[in-house]
């Protein structure tokens, strides 16, 4: 079936340090991808997404890149705070317009 | 203020007893739906709601129902609980179906005893 998986269930960097998580997706027919954050005790919220036809977008201090070769996503963070500390979730929105989301990265920020 | 809001927030309730969690969004959007979060399995859909009166099973819909007679109002219902079912759970909404953003609600922690 098609699923959406992170190579990393836990990242931990140094507060000042760019992050990267990373997300592999399976199913080459999804067109939009997105990144959420979810931090404790709240629901997912919304960080950045591409669609299918784009390899890069960036936001404020986040860029996310796209690798359709490699059915590759990662959300890049610039200058990590200790207010990133959060789950990030990536998720992908298939033909049938469902969206997929995979089981989250925690990303840990050391002062 | 943009938002999605859902309640109760916590509710512990014993396997069998009946419960709704309500889900009011305020931005107009026709696709609406429920998740369930646990452990190690992320974001699992339950049921969805493309409109008033329209709304089929997403992947985990057994034992849940949904109802959608206002466009606004997405509620979730458990007929008879189980311990199984003791998760959080995440309403959420978007424009449409093929709308991009989609906005989550604060979560509803369950435990069914």
């Known amino acids: 079936g098609e699923s959406v998986g992170l190579h990393l269930p836990t990242l931990s960097v140094q507060e000042g340090d760019n992050s990267i998580i990373n997300c592999a997706y399976s199913n080459s027919a999804s067109d939009y991808f997105i990144w959420y954050k979810q931090e404790s005790g709240k629901g997912p919220q919304f960080i950045i997404d591409?669609?299918?036809?784009?390899d890069k977008r960036q936001g404020q201090r986040v860029t996310v890149l796209l690798n359709k070769t490699v059915k590759h996503l990662s959300l890049q963070i610039a200058a990590t705070q200790p207010g990133d500390s959060a789950v990030y979730f990536c998720a992908e929105k298939d033909s049938s317009y469902k969206l997929i989301f995979g089981s989250g990265t925690r990303l840990l920020v050391r002062p | 203020e943009a938002q999605v809001t859902q309640n109760p927030r916590y509710l512990i309730t014993v396997t069998g007893k009946k419960l709704t969690v309500t889900c009011s969004q305020n931005?107009?959007?026709?696709?609406m739906s429920w998740y369930r979060q646990d452990p190690g399995l992320g974001l699992r859909q339950i049921y969805y709601s493309m409109n008033v009166e329209v709304t089929d099973k997403g992947d985990v819909p057994e034992g849940y129902k949904v109802s959608r007679k206002e466009k606004r109002n997405f509620p979730l219902i458990l007929e008879s609980p189980s311990p199984n079912q003791t998760s959080l759970y995440f309403c959420?909404?978007?424009?449409?179906?093929?709308?991009?953003?989609?906005?989550f609600g604060p979560g509803t922690r369950l435990t069914v005893l």
């Open positions: 591409i669609r299918s036809n784009m």
């Open positions: 959420a909404s978007r424009s449409g179906l093929a709308g991009d953003t989609q906005y």
């Open positions: 931005m107009n959007h026709e696709y």
